[in-house]
T-cell receptor
Framework: QKEVEQDPGPLSVPEGAIVSLNCTYS??????FMWYRQYSRKGPELLMY????GNKEDGRFTAQVDKSSKYISLFIRDSQPSDSATYLC????????????FGKGTHLIIQP | DAGVTQSPTHLIKTRGQQVTLRCSPK?????VSWYQQALGQGPQFIFQ???????QRGNFPDRFSGHQFPNYSSELNVNALLLGDSALYLC??????????????FGPGTRLTVL
């Protein structure tokens, strides 16, 4: 079993839909959780950063962490074609002073 | 404010050769981490440099080595290249002093092709 599991997709939804992206993990020592967006052949761009369990909202994006279930989610409201990209979940035990463990990434397609 | 920069953008090498990739961290950051991303996969952690020392290492062979300079910039060296080393190599910077509150920001990557 890999430390972080993420469905690679592709996930295709119509413009304006609510998108739900998820990751599960096995290492209970993870405390910091991130979502990155990566466009084709580019570097990952940080979207959301969360410490421990709970919710965090930033514009159209909401990140949720449930440490008891070892499950994290990213919701995108009012999805746009420009949101089409690969979304990577990442986690670590010590924040910036630690190597990140990534999921495989979910390829998201927003249909106009 | 310049973000993380990497050079070169693309590189083509043949098996057995050696390669050096370069990274300059985001202003105010002192920690550099390197990742390898194969096509269709998430990035894999190679190692992290802080105060010119390798602080943490992932599951990569000794063919992968690095260096950090006093200005916090960093190099990744790969010796005896294999076809399987073909990937996007990503550099990320962060602040190593604050611990948990600091996250990693990525550069655009260097795409290495080994023939």
């Amino acid at each position: 079993q890999k430390e972080v599991e993420q469905d690679p997709g592709p996930l295709s939804v119509p413009e304006g839909a609510i998108v739900s992206l998820n990751c599960t993990y096995s290492n209970s020592a993870f405390q910091y959780f991130m979502w990155y967006r990566q466009y084709s052949r580019k570097g990952p761009e940080l979207l959301m950063y969360t410490y421990s369990s709970g919710n965090k909202e930033d514009g159209r994006f909401t990140a949720q962490v449930d440490k008891s279930s070892k499950y994290i989610s990213l919701f995108i409201r009012d999805s746009q074609p420009s949101d089409s990209a690969t979304y990577l979940c990442a986690m670590t035990t010590r924040g910036g002073a630690d190597g990140l463990t990534f999921g495989k990434g979910t390829h998201l397609i927003i249909q106009p | 404010d310049a973000g993380v920069t990497q050079s070169p953008t693309h590189l083509i090498k043949t098996r057995g050769q050696q390669v050096t990739l370069r990274c300059s961290p985001k202003s105010g950051h002192d920690t550099v981490s390197w990742y390898q991303q194969a096509l269709g996969q998430g990035p894999q952690f190679i190692f992290q440099y802080y105060e010119e020392e390798e602080r943490q290492r992932g599951n990569f062979p000794d063919r992968f080595s690095g260096h950090q300079f006093p200005n916090y910039s960093s190099e990744l060296n790969v010796n005896a290249l294999l076809l399987g080393d073909s990937a996007l190599y990503l550099c990320a910077s962060s602040s190593g002093r604050g611990g948990g509150g600091d996250t990693q920001y990525f550069g655009p990557g260097t795409r290495l092709t080994v023939l």
